[in-house]
């Protein structure tokens, strides 16, 4: 499970929960968080309270703040699991969980998962391991997501339950 937000509101987020139920059912948990200003502080003390946790607990878990180069920050919310991969505007706050419009698509196929997991690995292992420009790894994302989107039924899930739809 790999996971990249840019801040999480609390320990006792039901998100952030869910990773830790899975950590403790022996799923390797890699969680990502903003280094920017406004959250920094926050996300380095999450991020050690998640490990020490981990370590206590003999979790397969670690927590990062990300140390941009090449970007000004880590904006992107999203999970990869197994062949799935959940990307949109969902912060993992209250606010956003109960209140705000926010989108969220999953991406269903080992394509779509192999690729924002591969982006994830390269933001994962910091300045040394970003061989390709941002921006490029922008655009093959939307690529990707694009592509998903054309060659599947899309299901959208609203207020009115489940509207399907195929190009």
């Not at 403790?24 to 991020?47: H, K, P, Q, T």
């Not at 946790?53 to 920050?73: F, H, M, N, Q, S």
């Not at 209250?94 to 924002?116: H, P």
């Amino acid at each position: 499970m790999l996971v990249q937000q840019v801040t999480v509101d609390s320990r006792d987020n039901r998100l952030l929960r869910a990773a830790l139920r899975a950590a403790d059912r022996g799923v390797r948990v890699r969680i990502l968080l903003s280094s920017g200003w406004y959250a920094e502080g926050d996300n380095a003390a999450l991020a050690s309270w998640l490990n020490r946790r981990a370590d206590a607990a003999g979790w397969d878990l670690e927590a990062r703040v990300d140390e941009p180069r090449g970007y000004e920050k880590l904006h992107s919310k999203g999970v990869v699991v197994d062949d799935a991969a959940l990307v949109g505007s969902l912060n993992w706050g209250a606010a956003a969980q109960t209140e705000n419009r926010e989108v969220l698509l999953a991406l269903e196929g080992g394509e779509a998962a192999d690729y924002y997991a591969s982006v994830f690995e390269s933001d994962w292992s910091g300045p040394a391991g970003r061989s390709v420009p941002t921006a490029l790894v922008g655009l093959a994302g939307v690529a990707v997501a694009a592509a998903a989107l054309l060659a599947r039924r899309i299901d959208v899930v609203g207020r009115e339950g489940v509207v399907g739809w195929q190009p």
